[in-house]
């Protein structure tokens, strides 16, 4: 069973076990019976009641098997668990009123004793007949100091984890080793990309002082490679971070982290489609307005639609209100706008001016191809000639293209690719819905004042 599947059957478990052992212990206490009065408390809390328990399992490490090793591990966190929940469950239905507070104090009794035996029974037997396994985890040590010894002994210890000690790293040609080692030393830090790259590795603990702006730029640089990158912090990295895991009893702090968690990803594509849909229905007339204008002044076609780059570097057709003369790059090939071009028309200045012909991208937020915030998608030709001009280009493709950004609303127009890729990078590793709505806030102001780059 993997790890993943282990957690979820224990939440939906424990759940369904904590409430059925209450209910059980109702029909031992009363020969059989539900009596009105007294269920009916457990009743209207069961919800609540299991919401505390579950809390109570988290809290004493039952949804992270690492911190139940072992039949006595599984054994005192459930104790644990199942005393910390009674206890917050007495102190809710005490505090709720005297019509909730009506469980027997022997049906108490009763269930904590269901609970703490169907909890601990269903563990074991699950353990016993599907052990759990653990994604493999490919980890290469920076450093051969006594702490990086003393960390590959550690994870040597929690091998059954999924860790697996490829080698090791001197930070410089002239690091010597602390003490025995117990993995090859494959190189120094210098050339850490292609050493992740030949030991197909996964992750990366930094456990000697080392320049970690470079180590990290080159591992970042190196395009193709996803490396996860921690450190064992010093005083001051730990001043301006946090400590997201331990290894024993060794702090450890992420340096990269995934661009887009799960959980901001789906709330960001339902704003996204109510929004969008909203805003298709309000500004249909404006819409209209803006396809006769174009009609009557530039002729057909009124949409521009060309294909560009979206996330993981899938094509999608782009929708935009045209706003350049037809067949504007016949004699040139493809090439960037600038602020003066002679192929934008009068109208299309205008319509650039206020980002108006940008409207119809609401169809292609629809169909979950853009968001209103992100990296405004390029076009094939020039990503192409990017990706090997600027190192780190294909980061900004690990999330999906947006209609504004926070170079557009931070450079200006003629902001150089490289600069913008900076502003990318920055929102997609600090992205929040609050920093969404303070670039679509700033977008709002650069239409009405009509600065800034596209």
């Given at each position: 069973?993997?790890?993943?599947?282990?957690?979820?059957?224990?939440?939906?478990?424990?759940?369904?076990?904590?409430?059925?052992?209450?209910?059980?212990?109702?029909?031992?206490?009363?020969?059989?019976?539900?009596?009105?009065?007294?269920?009916?408390?457990?009743?209207?809390?069961?919800?609540?009641?299991?919401?505390?328990?579950?809390?109570?399992?988290?809290?004493?490490?039952?949804?992270?098997?690492?911190?139940?090793?072992?039949?006595?591990?599984?054994?005192?966190?459930?104790?644990?668990?199942?005393?910390?929940?009674?206890?917050?469950?007495?102190?809710?239905?005490?505090?709720?009123?005297?019509?909730?507070?009506?469980?027997?104090?022997?049906?108490i009794?009763?269930?904590?004793?269901?609970q703490?035996?169907?909890?601990?029974?269903?563990?074991?037997a699950?353990?016993?007949?599907?052990?759990?396994?653990?994604?493999?985890?490919?980890?290469?040590?920076?450093?051969?100091?006594?702490?990086?010894?003393?960390?590959?002994?550690?994870?040597?210890?929690?091998?059954?984890?999924?860790?697996?000690?490829?080698?090791?790293?001197?930070?410089?040609?002239?690091?010597?080793?602390?003490?025995?080692?117990?993995?090859?030393?494959?190189?120094?830090a210098?050339?850490?990309?292609?050493?992740?790259?030949?030991?197909?590795?996964?992750?990366?603990?930094?456990?000697?002082?080392?320049?970690?702006?470079?180590?990290?730029?080159?591992?970042?640089?190196?395009n193709?490679?996803?490396?996860?990158?921690e450190?064992?912090?010093?005083?001051?990295?730990?001043?301006?971070?946090?400590?997201?895991?331990?290894?024993?009893?060794?702090?450890?702090?992420?340096?990269?982290?995934?661009?887009?968690?799960?959980?901001?990803?789906?709330?960001?594509?339902?704003?996204?489609?109510?929004?969008?849909?909203?805003?298709?229905?309000?500004?249909?007339?404006?819409?209209?307005?803006?396809?006769?204008?174009?009609?009557?002044?530039?002729?057909?076609?009124?949409?521009?639609?060309?294909?560009?780059?979206?996330?993981?570097?899938?094509?999608?057709?782009?929708?935009?209100?045209?706003?350049?003369?037809?067949?504007?790059?016949?004699?040139?090939?493809?090439?960037?706008?600038?602020?003066?071009?002679?192929?934008?028309?009068?109208?299309?200045?205008?319509?650039?001016?206020?980002?108006?012909?940008?409207?119809?991208?609401?169809?292609?937020?629809?169909?979950g191809?853009?968001?209103?915030?992100?990296?405004?998608?390029?076009?094939?030709?020039?990503?192409?000639?990017?990706?090997?001009?600027?190192p780190?280009?294909?980061?900004?493709?690990?999330?999906?293209?947006?209609?504004t950004?926070?170079?557009?609303?931070?450079?200006?127009?003629?902001?150089?690719?490289?600069?913008?890729?900076?502003?990318d990078?920055?929102?997609?590793?600090?992205?929040?819905?609050?920093?969404?709505a303070?670039?679509?806030?700033?977008?709002?102001?650069?239409?009405?004042?009509?600065?800034?780059?596209?």
């Open positions: 069973m993997s790890r993943g599947r282990f957690i979820a059957l224990s939440v939906l478990l424990d759940g369904i076990l904590v409430n059925a052992a209450i209910v059980g212990a109702f029909f031992l206490r009363f020969g059989g019976e539900l009596p009105e009065f007294n269920f009916s408390a457990y009743a209207a809390l069961w919800p609540l009641i299991t919401v505390l328990y579950l809390a109570g399992g988290y809290v004493y490490g039952l949804y992270e098997p690492e911190r139940t090793e072992g039949t006595w591990g599984v054994v005192r966190a459930v104790a644990q668990a199942v005393t910390l929940g009674t206890v917050l469950t007495a102190a809710i239905a005490f505090f709720a009123g005297p019509r909730f507070f009506s469980f027997s104090r022997l049906v009794v009763i269930a904590y004793a269901l703490f035996v169907t909890l601990v029974g269903w563990r074991l699950a353990l016993r007949l599907t052990p759990i396994t653990w994604p493999e985890q490919r980890v290469l040590i920076v450093g051969v100091n006594a702490e990086a010894i003393e960390l590959a002994r550690e994870l040597a210890d929690r091998a059954e984890w999924g860790h697996r000690l490829v080698g090791f790293v001197r930070r410089d040609a002239g690091e010597h080793a602390a003490g025995e080692l117990t993995a090859p030393v494959l190189g120094a210098d050339g850490i990309a292609d050493i992740v790259r030949a030991q197909n590795a996964d992750r990366i603990i930094i456990a000697s002082p080392v320049a970690l702006r470079e180590l990290v730029e080159d591992i970042a640089l190196a193709e490679l996803d490396v996860t990158i450190v064992v912090p010093e005083l001051y990295e730990i001043f301006i971070g946090t400590v997201d895991s331990t290894v024993s009893d060794i702090p450890l702090m992420q340096l990269t982290r995934p661009a887009t968690p799960g959980w901001f990803t789906v709330t960001k594509r339902v704003l996204d489609f109510f929004w969008a849909l909203a805003l298709l229905l309000v500004l249909s007339p404006v819409l209209l307005v803006v396809s006769a204008a174009v009609l009557v002044s530039m002729g057909w076609p009124v949409f521009f639609v060309q294909e560009r780059v979206g996330r993981g570097m899938e094509p999608f057709s782009l929708i935009k209100f045209r706003t350049m003369v037809r067949d504007a790059e016949k004699h040139t090939g493809p090439v960037l706008a600038t602020e003066n071009d002679t192929r934008i028309t009068g109208l299309g200045q205008f319509l650039r001016r206020y980002r108006l012909d940008e409207l119809p991208q609401l169809v292609n937020i629809l169909l191809q853009m968001s209103f915030v992100g990296p405004r998608p390029e076009r094939r030709f020039f990503v192409d000639r990017y990706l090997e001009d600027i780190g280009y294909r980061e900004r493709f690990a999330v999906k293209p947006g209609v950004g926070l170079a557009q609303v931070s450079g200006s127009y003629a902001t150089t690719a490289e600069r913008k890729l900076k502003y990078l920055i929102y997609m590793y600090h992205q929040s819905l609050l920093m969404d303070q670039i679509l806030v700033e977008t709002l102001r650069v239409v009405l004042t009509g600065r800034g780059a596209r």
